[in-house]
């Protein structure tokens, strides 16, 4: 019993595991065969095409359809498309050029017309019937190689032209390029501005320095005139009334005897009472006696007096005492620029020696030889100067004429003494207090600050800086209408300006008396010429 139990059992779980078995086989197996089916059918099935009477194919169809023309492409196809779209590219750019020449207004150039007329080749090229595939050639996506090969030739010549002109033209629609040839132009006008500039620089300081040839004419004259007559121009004795200090001093310092003359006569026709004003001329030892033959063939009129003097006729004035003398006479002259030039010479140092020169006198007032004066000056005299030495009109606007411009401010002992924004003042037209300068020892100021600069590092040239530092805390401010500059190197100065000014000076290079004077200013200076003057008329100066 027992047995037979356990070997029914036995029987009946064998089976039921076979049967499981069996099943999961028999369904790999249909799975398979399903399979291989769907990709036998995908494989060798060939596409069926499309009726007439058909409108969107199937799906499946459009896939093997595409991918049977990718198998069956031309490449002469291809490059047939690269080659008329670079024909249209170079179409579009031309007419692009030529649609900017039309707007910059040049339909007659040669540069539109060349343009117009590749446009018009490139679409004769595109647009021609021979490059065009048949519809055959095109359903069977074939092209025709002769044709390509001809048409690619023609088109890379016109691409060659297209690119020689646009090349050719491009500065002339390129904005950067058309700028920065621009600028080239501008740098190199402004280089040859610049070197212009400097040469006329050298060649007006070069006329400003020489003598003219009439001026030369007129000394020799004068001096010839009083070697021919001696006995007309003997050495008189000096009036009183060069000492008088009620009278209007004015003093004077040059060798040119023209511009002497017009200073003195623009003062006196211009004077209320021209009989109270004594010009003090000085000159040097060499055209002394034509500046006295003049006087004396051309008195003043009016009643005014004319001393004429020689720096010599002062014995003060000696190395032992004046440095710039005694400068020029040591080793150090010939290293000083400022001391060999002639403008510097101990004649325009006078102006610093006017309380000693003239002893009596309690105000002079200082002009140069190149002003013209146009009012009555007298009132100058009665100018309250606050006991201040010297009355001047101020130059200084902005930033412009300012001690830091003549005066060396990295010298520390400048540094020190001096304010670098402190206003300048002119020479030409200066009212001087001799009394106060006595007091403040002025001349003394003056000796010591030229042995400091005896080396030429405190300033470098000119008579202007050390009156700056003479006077720097001993100028009174005067009204700019006293005394108008810039006649000798500034024509933009106005005539409303010129005609209120009292003293008008021609200061610079462009002196009047010169050719390179300054036209529409010459005539304020050549109305006060003497030309009734023989020697004048003979020496030919072409005023």
């Keep these: 019993m027992a047995v037979a139990t356990r070997g029914g059992r036995g029987s009946f779980g064998g089976g039921g595991l076979r049967n499981i078995v069996s099943y999961r086989i028999f369904a790999s197996a249909m799975f398979t065969l399903l399979f ?39 490449p002469l196809r291809t490059r047939l498309d690269l080659i008329n779209k670079q024909a249209n590219d170079h179409i579009i750019l ?41 519809p055959e050639d095109e359903e069977e996506g074939t092209a025709n190689e002769d044709l390509v090969r001809q048409l690619e030739k023609e088109v890379k010549d016109k691409v060659k032209i297209a690119r020689l002109m646009i090349a050719e033209s491009k500065e002339s ?10 600028k080239d132009t501008i740098f190199s006008v402004n280089e040859l501005l610049m070197k212009a500039k400097k040469n006329g620089q050298v060649a007006s300081l070069i006329a400003a320095k020489s003598v003219p040839k009439s001026l030369h004419c007129l000394a020799m004259r004068l001096v010839e005139e009083r070697i021919a007559h001696p006995e007309k121009y003997m050495e008189e004795e000096d009036s009183p009334v060069f000492q008088d200090p009620s009278l209007y001093h004015y003093a004077i310092f040059s060798n040119n005897v023209i511009a002497v003359s017009v200073v003195v006569n623009s003062a006196v026709k211009n004077a209320q009472e021209p ?14 006696a034509a500046m006295k033959v003049w006087f004396k063939m051309r008195p003043v009129g009016g009643g005014a007096h004319v001393e004429v003097k020689a720096v010599e006729d002062y014995e003060f004035l000696n190395s032992s005492y004046v440095p710039v003398l005694r400068q020029m006479e040591s080793a150090n002259y010939g290293d000083n620029a400022q001391l060999r030039n002639p403008k510097y010479s101990l004649l325009n140092h006078l102006r610093f020696y006017l309380p000693e020169m003239y002893p ?20 100058l005299w009665r100018i309250d100067l606050d006991g201040k030495v010297n009355g001047a009109v101020e130059t200084c606007f902005g930033s412009f004429h300012r001690y830091i411009h003549y005066l060396n401010f990295s010298n520390s002992v400048i540094k020190e003494k001096f304010n670098p ?3 300048a003042w002119a020479y030409g037209m200066n009212i001087f207090d001799l009394d106060a300068w006595r007091r403040e020892k002025c001349t003394e100021q003056y000796h010591y600050w030229q042995n400091l600069n005896e080396d030429g590092t405190l300033w470098k040239s000119g008579m202007l800086p050390p009156g700056l530092i003479t006077f720097s805390s001993t100028t009174k ?15 933009s100065i106005s005539m409303d300006e010129i005609n209120h000014a009292a003293v008008i000076h021609f200061n610079g290079n462009m002196k009047p008396w010169l050719d390179i004077a300054i036209n529409q200013f010459k005539n304020l200076w050549t109305k006060y010429v003497d030309n009734d003057m023989e020697f004048v008329q003979v020496c030919n100066f072409g005023l």
């Design 36 to 74: 291989i089916a769907t990709l036998s059918v995908l494989l060798t099935g060939n596409p069926v095409p499309p009726s007439h009477e058909s409108v969107i194919p199937s799906s499946g169809n459009a896939y093997m359809q595409r991918t049977f023309l990718a198998l069956k492409s031309d």
């Design 94 to 134: 031309v007419n692009a050029y030529a649609a900017y020449a039309r707007k910059l207004k040049l339909d007659i150039s040669r540069q539109l017309r060349m343009f117009d007329d590749l446009a018009r080749n490139f679409s004769d090229l595109a647009a021609r019937p021979g490059q065009k595939t048949t």
């Design 173 to 182: 629609y390129d904005n950067q390029i058309k700028i920065q040839k621009l």
């Design 275 to 288: 009989w109270k004003h004594v010009f003090h001329v000085v000159s040097d030892r060499m055209n002394v």
């Design 360 to 379: 009596k006198l309690h105000r002079i007032l200082f002009l140069d030889d190149d002003v013209v004066v146009q009012k009555d000056l007298s009132a």
């Design 421 to 423: 924004r402190a206003c």
């Design 477 to 491: 401010s005067l009204d700019k209408s006293w005394h108008v500059l810039g006649l000798g190197y500034n024509p």
